[in-house]
């Protein structure tokens, strides 16, 4: 495995490796809540049966 980063400081080294294997928070952990969320090119948050809300509709979220 190479080290993306390594750095020693007195007898102590610290080295960062990327994770083979990571574990996904939202799938392997209890969450707290669900993410809504819509994007027209990707898959965010986690799945719903709401319809994405109109472009007016979030400027007004924003006032």
């Known amino acids: 495995m190479f080290e993306l ?7 102590k080294t610290i080295r960062i490796v990327p994770d083979p294997d990571p574990m996904n928070p939202r799938v392997e952990c209890d969450t707290l809540g669900t ?3 819509w994007h ?10 709401y319809s994405a809300p109109s472009r007016a509709s979030c400027s007004e979220i924003g006032r």
């Open 35 to 37: 993410m809504i969320c």
């Open 5 to 11: 980063h390594r750095e020693t400081l007195h007898d």
């Open 40 to 49: 027209p090119r990707y898959n965010l948050g986690d799945k719903h049966r």
